[in-house]
């Protein structure tokens, strides 16, 4: 599995986008967003239980990264016909502000080594990227256990400090190096 510190593998990959007439697919890569920050995460299937809870959450948290001047990318195994049927028929998802990435060859994933080992789907991990490409944080979950949004958003604003932050740290605490700039 790729990790902290790692490069964003080269891919290219159909998405579906949204979910008006003719405007429907658009292909992505890992230049699309060349810039910004990425927030990168996978789920198993479609049409499943727990993954339109977190993609759904995402979707609620969109404005708080892009606040942070963050893409937020969605990302399974499914196709864009199969993403595009399940946002047309699952009301928390008809207007996702972010793509759906249809990783149908299992390259992305493959690439970044986050196919589950017995089920051949992703599995629950959700990448940090820099805007230079670089990875700054990974964390997977097995199948059965949704992520917490929220703290993928805190992680972010931990990052976009460029300082120490400590265990908890929330956006508007006083950092660990500003602490040691007024003790020194």
Same mark, same amino acid.
């Given at each position: ?17 949204? *979910? ?8 992505i890569? &890992?230049d ?8 990168l995460?996978?789920? !198993? ?6 993954? !339109? ?7 609620k948290?969109?404005?708080?990264f ?10 399974? /195994? ?10 047309t028929?699952?009301?928390? *998802?008809?207007?996702? !502000?972010? !793509? ?11 690439? *970044?080594?986050?196919?589950?080992? &017995?089920?051949?789907v ?9 805007p230079?490409?670089i ?6 979950? %097995?199948?059965?256990v ?8 805190? /992680?972010? %604003? ?16 006083? /950092? ?9």
């Amino acid at each position: 599995m790729l990790t902290v510190g790692d490069k964003l593998p080269n891919f290219s990959v159909k998405a579906t986008v949204s *979910l008006e007439k003719g405007k429907e697919f658009a292909t992505i890569n &890992q230049d699309t967003y060349k810039g910004k920050w990425i927030i990168l995460f996978a789920w !198993p299937k479609d049409f499943t239980f727990i993954c !339109p809870t977190e993609i759904a959450e995402f979707g609620k948290k969109n404005k708080d990264f892009n606040d942070r001047d963050a893409q937020v990318l969605g990302l399974s /195994t499914d196709s864009e016909f199969v993403h595009h049927a399940w946002r047309t028929h699952h009301a928390d *998802l008809k207007n996702l !502000p972010f !793509p759906m990435l249809a990783d149908l060859k299992h390259e992305l994933c493959n690439a *970044l080594g986050i196919l589950h080992k &017995q089920e051949g789907v992703a599995l629950r991990a959700t990448f940090i990227i820099d805007p230079e490409g670089i990875i700054r944080h990974v964390s997977v979950n %097995d199948l059965s256990v949704g992520r917490n949004v929220s703290e993928v958003v805190r /992680t972010l %604003d931990a990052f976009q400090t460029d300082e120490l932050c400590p265990c908890n740290w929330q956006k508007g605490e006083e /950092t660990l190096t500003s602490k040691l700039a007024k003790a020194g």
